[in-house]
Nanobody, 117 residues
Protein backbone atom coordinates (compact mmCIF):
# COMPACT_ATOMS: atom_id res chain seq x y z
CA UNK A 1 0.00 0.00 0.00
CA UNK A 2 1.44 3.30 -1.17
CA UNK A 3 0.13 6.85 -0.90
CA UNK A 4 1.69 9.80 -2.70
CA UNK A 5 1.09 13.32 -1.47
CA UNK A 6 2.08 16.38 -3.49
CA UNK A 7 2.56 19.91 -2.21
CA UNK A 8 3.90 23.25 -3.37
CA UNK A 9 1.43 24.28 -6.05
CA UNK A 10 -0.19 27.69 -6.19
CA UNK A 11 -0.59 30.92 -8.09
CA UNK A 12 2.51 32.64 -9.43
CA UNK A 13 3.19 35.46 -11.87
CA UNK A 14 4.91 34.81 -15.20
CA UNK A 15 8.65 34.58 -14.68
CA UNK A 16 8.22 33.35 -11.13
CA UNK A 17 9.23 30.10 -9.47
CA UNK A 18 7.61 27.25 -7.58
CA UNK A 19 8.94 24.05 -6.04
CA UNK A 20 6.75 20.97 -6.02
CA UNK A 21 7.31 18.11 -3.61
CA UNK A 22 5.93 14.59 -3.54
CA UNK A 23 6.44 12.06 -0.78
CA UNK A 24 5.38 8.43 -0.59
CA UNK A 25 4.12 6.84 2.59
CA UNK A 26 2.69 3.51 3.68
CA UNK A 27 4.00 0.00 4.24
CA UNK A 28 4.55 -0.46 0.51
CA UNK A 29 7.39 2.05 0.47
CA UNK A 30 9.85 -0.22 2.28
CA UNK A 31 11.54 -1.46 -0.90
CA UNK A 32 11.79 1.97 -2.53
CA UNK A 33 10.98 2.86 -6.09
CA UNK A 34 12.44 2.80 -9.57
CA UNK A 35 11.77 5.78 -11.86
CA UNK A 36 9.94 8.80 -10.46
CA UNK A 37 8.36 11.53 -12.49
CA UNK A 38 6.10 14.52 -12.80
CA UNK A 39 3.22 14.79 -15.25
CA UNK A 40 0.80 17.61 -15.90
CA UNK A 41 -2.65 18.00 -17.38
CA UNK A 42 -4.06 21.28 -18.59
CA UNK A 43 -7.80 21.76 -19.16
CA UNK A 44 -8.91 20.04 -22.34
CA UNK A 45 -5.52 18.42 -22.91
CA UNK A 46 -4.03 14.99 -22.33
CA UNK A 47 -1.76 14.29 -19.41
CA UNK A 48 1.86 14.71 -20.46
CA UNK A 49 5.24 13.82 -19.00
CA UNK A 50 7.12 16.84 -17.69
CA UNK A 51 10.21 15.22 -16.22
CA UNK A 52 11.43 11.88 -14.95
CA UNK A 53 14.43 10.65 -12.99
CA UNK A 54 15.95 7.21 -12.57
CA UNK A 55 17.16 5.65 -9.35
CA UNK A 56 20.67 6.70 -10.31
CA UNK A 57 19.68 10.31 -10.87
CA UNK A 58 19.50 10.45 -14.66
CA UNK A 59 16.88 13.05 -15.58
CA UNK A 60 14.77 13.46 -18.69
CA UNK A 61 12.70 16.52 -19.57
CA UNK A 62 9.98 17.51 -22.00
CA UNK A 63 11.32 19.95 -24.57
CA UNK A 64 8.93 22.63 -23.34
CA UNK A 65 10.53 22.75 -19.88
CA UNK A 66 14.21 22.08 -20.61
CA UNK A 67 16.42 24.70 -19.03
CA UNK A 68 13.63 25.94 -16.74
CA UNK A 69 12.63 22.93 -14.63
CA UNK A 70 14.83 20.65 -12.53
CA UNK A 71 13.78 17.30 -11.12
CA UNK A 72 15.51 15.72 -8.13
CA UNK A 73 14.88 12.88 -5.70
CA UNK A 74 15.78 11.68 -2.24
CA UNK A 75 15.67 7.90 -2.22
CA UNK A 76 15.93 7.63 1.54
CA UNK A 77 12.84 9.78 1.92
CA UNK A 78 10.95 8.27 -1.04
CA UNK A 79 10.51 11.81 -2.32
CA UNK A 80 10.76 13.64 -5.61
CA UNK A 81 10.90 17.37 -6.27
CA UNK A 82 10.35 19.67 -9.22
CA UNK A 83 11.95 23.11 -9.17
CA UNK A 84 10.16 25.27 -11.72
CA UNK A 85 11.73 28.57 -12.78
CA UNK A 86 10.82 31.15 -15.41
CA UNK A 87 7.25 29.96 -15.34
CA UNK A 88 4.98 30.75 -18.28
CA UNK A 89 1.18 30.90 -18.55
CA UNK A 90 1.30 27.72 -20.64
CA UNK A 91 2.74 25.88 -17.63
CA UNK A 92 -0.66 26.21 -15.96
CA UNK A 93 -1.96 22.73 -15.19
CA UNK A 94 -2.57 20.16 -12.50
CA UNK A 95 0.76 18.49 -11.74
CA UNK A 96 0.89 14.84 -10.71
CA UNK A 97 3.79 12.83 -9.33
CA UNK A 98 4.27 9.24 -10.42
CA UNK A 99 6.39 6.54 -8.81
CA UNK A 100 7.15 3.20 -10.43
CA UNK A 101 8.25 -0.10 -9.05
CA UNK A 102 8.60 -3.24 -11.16
CA UNK A 103 6.05 -2.00 -13.67
CA UNK A 104 3.47 -0.81 -11.16
CA UNK A 105 2.72 2.90 -11.19
CA UNK A 106 1.47 4.99 -8.29
CA UNK A 107 -0.07 8.45 -8.64
CA UNK A 108 -0.54 11.43 -6.39
CA UNK A 109 -3.78 13.37 -6.20
CA UNK A 110 -2.42 16.35 -8.11
CA UNK A 111 -1.55 19.92 -7.22
CA UNK A 112 -2.71 22.98 -9.16
CA UNK A 113 -0.14 25.34 -10.65
CA UNK A 114 -1.49 28.57 -12.11
CA UNK A 115 0.76 31.07 -13.86
CA UNK A 116 -1.03 34.35 -14.36
CA UNK A 117 -0.55 38.06 -13.88
Amino acid sequence: QVQLVESGGGLVQPGGSLRLSCAASGPGTFFGFDAMGWYRQAPGKQRELVASITTGGIANYADSVKGRFTISRENGKNSVYLQMNSLKPEDTAVYYCNFNRRGTGYWGQGTQVTVSS
